[in-house]
């Protein structure tokens, strides 16, 4: 099993939808995630970090479930500008600061 | 307020020649990684450290080298350049406790494409 791994989609929405990606994870004992946005091979930025039962931002809405080990990113009302490979980043098997990412699930919202 | 700085953000390697991929970052950030980026893939953690003087392998390791003698700075050696080393290079850095369940977000360079020919 990956230490973290994502479906890579590619998810293809229209505009206004919802849409939801799911990451798992192997090491139990984590406990920082993070939800990354990447465009285009650029640098990726923070969308959202998850310590704790989950988050909110907006339309956008992180859950973590401890019990079966994956962390989810629901995205509300999708915009064109959502279009964008989505990357869930946790830990490695060992507690040493490894943070692995997953491979990524790339976005397509069309009008 | 700089953040995470690399050089070069571009490079043409020859099979075989040796380069060195800088990193420095002036937050203070006791964590710093080095992923690579192939195209249409995800990135792949290749060396990380926990603090200066402290260096560990992540997935992709084989080919590179690190070292850390200090805070600020991360740089990452290739020593003989391979057709399969041609990436973009990702260096990051961040806070964290240990033993470290705890992180704060990662903050990264703008990356480096590496081309091998």
């Known amino acids: 099993r990956k230490e973290v791994e994502q479906d890579p989609g590619p998810f293809n929405v229209p505009e206004g939808a919802t849409v939801a990606f799911n990451c798992t994870y192997s090491?139990?004992?984590?406990?920082?995630f993070f939800w990354y946005r990447q465009d285009c091979r650029k640098e990726p930025k923070l969308l959202m970090s998850?310590?704790?039962s989950g988050n909110e931002d907006g339309r956008f809405t992180a859950q973590l479930n401890r019990a079966s080990q994956y962390i989810s990113l629901l995205i509300r009302d999708s915009k064109l500008s959502d279009s964008a490979t989505y990357l869930c980043?946790?830990?490695?098997?060992?507690?040493?600061?490894?943070?692995?990412f997953g491979q990524g699930t790339t976005l397509q919202v069309k009008p | 307020n700089a953040g995470v700085t690399q050089t070069p953000k571009f490079r043409i390697l020859k099979i075989g020649q040796s380069m060195t991929l800088q990193c420095t970052q002036d937050?203070?950030?006791?964590?710093m990684y080095w992923y690579r980026q192939d195209p249409g893939m995800g990135l792949k953690l290749i060396y990380y450290?926990?603090?200066?003087?402290?260096?560990d392998k992540g997935e992709v390791p084989n080919g590179y080298n690190v070292s850390r003698s200090t805070t600020e700075d991360f740089p990452l050696r290739l020593e003989l350049a391979a057709p399969s080393q041609t990436s973009v290079y990702f260096c990051?850095?961040?806070?964290?406790?240990?033993?470290?369940?705890?992180?704060?977000?990662?903050?990264f360079g703008n990356g480096t494409r590496l081309t091998v020919t």
């Open positions: 990051a850095s961040s806070y964290g406790d240990r033993p470290s369940i705890y992180n704060s977000p990662l903050h």
């Open positions: 998850v310590y704790s």
């Open positions: 090491n139990s004992a984590s406990q920082s």
């Open positions: 450290s926990v603090g200066a003087g402290i260096t």
């Open positions: 980043v946790g830990y490695g098997s060992s507690n040493t600061g490894k943070l692995i």
């Open positions: 937050m203070n950030h006791n964590y």
